[in-house]
């Protein structure tokens, strides 16, 4: 009894002693695990932080590009149909410009038709002025002849006769009776005179 009591407290240190590595060395393993875990779940924060941030990123990126291209295609739109319109207007512009051209040659074709009827117009008023000039003193002639074979002037009469055929004037008296009456016309009394007188 007394050797078994004595071993005991040989035992006891023994088992004392022996006890606490295992125990500390539990808790280190188990601290390291947390640390592990804390840091891993830090880690898969993180990641997914970054992941989120990184799709967010990407879908404003997206947005901006969907937006941009939204507004260069309603620019896009905007100019062709600033150039539809432009090519309308010239082409509007083409078409009256012709126009106008085909109407300034009208005009000048015009003018020219104009400027020959003119010119026509002015050669028959000469003439009519000319024809009128020799109707009066053609028919000056014949009241002097016909005024001197009425008093019995016959060779007054024969003398105005001769100088007024040598004028030729006698072909200028109307030939138209125009006082309405069975009088002869000037140009037929006046070829009545000159039978009777020159022979």
């Known amino acids: 009894m007394a050797e078994n009591f004595e071993e005991l407290p ?7 002693s022996g006890a606490p590595p295992p125990l500390a060395s539990h808790s280190s393993r188990g601290q390291q695990r947390r640390r592990q875990r804390s840091v891993f779940q830090y880690i898969t924060i993180l990641f997914a932080a970054a992941l989120v941030l990184l799709l967010y990123t990407f879908m404003m990126e997206r ?16 100019l062709q149909q600033q150039s539809v319109s432009a090519v309308q207007r010239l082409e509007g512009l083409l078409t009256e410009n012709e126009r106008l051209k085909q109407q300034v040659q009208d005009l000048q074709a015009d003018q020219s038709k104009l400027e020959d009827n003119i010119s026509i ?10 024809q009128l000039t020799q109707v009066s003193q053609a ?10 074979y009425a008093r019995g002037r016959n060779a ?5 006769i001769t100088s007024m055929e040598a004028a030729g004037l006698q072909e200028h008296l109307p ?9 002869f ?15």
Do not use: H, V
Request: with cysteine.
């Open 10 to 16: 040989a035992q006891g240190p023994a088992q004392e």
């Open 139 to 148: 028919m000056d002639w014949f009241w002097q002849i016909n005024e001197a």
């Open 185 to 199: 016309s000037p140009y037929d009394r006046y070829m009545e005179i000159r039978d009777k007188i020159i022979k």
């Open 121 to 130: 117009l002015e050669d028959q008023t000469i003439q009519l002025q000319e």
């Open 156 to 160: 007054l009469c024969k003398e105005l």
């Open 175 to 183: 030939r138209e009776n125009t006082t309405d009456t069975d009088r």
């Open 63 to 78: 947005r901006q590009f969907e937006q941009q291209q939204q507004q260069d295609k309603a620019d896009i739109s905007d």
